[in-house]
């Protein structure tokens, strides 16, 4: 999800944003390759269950890291995700928001 998150309730997005929700495995995908991989460049708190608002400044780090990173030999399903996160941080740098990741 990507927009003006904080100010929102839980299941609800401004009108600005979009939504994406996963299957259940891609928590798990996630856990084993991108939480550790953006550890180092962007310090966070993540695990099975926790949600996390990364603003424009940790996206576009986040964003320089997944251009590498989509370059490199991944699963298919992995691959797939980076690329909704590149598209939903991209869009929340160019309006100056943020993405929330639950995992």
Same mark, same amino acid.
Not at 13 to 37: A, N
């Given at each position: 999800?990507?927009?003006n998150v904080?100010?929102?309730?839980i299941d609800?997005?401004?009108? %600005?944003? =979009? ?14 390759? +991108?939480?550790? @991989? /953006?550890?180092s460049i ?19 780090? %986040?964003? =320089? ?14 691959? +797939?995700?980076? @690329? /909704? ?19």
């Open positions: 999800m990507y927009g904080p100010c929102l309730p609800g997005i401004d009108g %600005i944003g =979009e939504r994406f929700v996963g299957e259940e495995s891609d928590s798990w995908i996630l856990l084993e390759d +991108f939480v550790p @991989g /953006i550890d962007c310090p966070n708190v993540l695990d099975y269950g926790d949600v996390d608002y990364f603003d424009s400044e940790k996206c576009r780090v %986040i964003v =320089e890291w997944l251009t590498i990173r989509i370059k490199m030999d991944m699963e298919q399903r992995l691959e +797939f995700l980076y @690329g /909704i996160l590149m598209d939903y941080m991209t869009k929340a740098i160019a309006i100056g928001t943020g993405v929330v990741i639950g995992l």
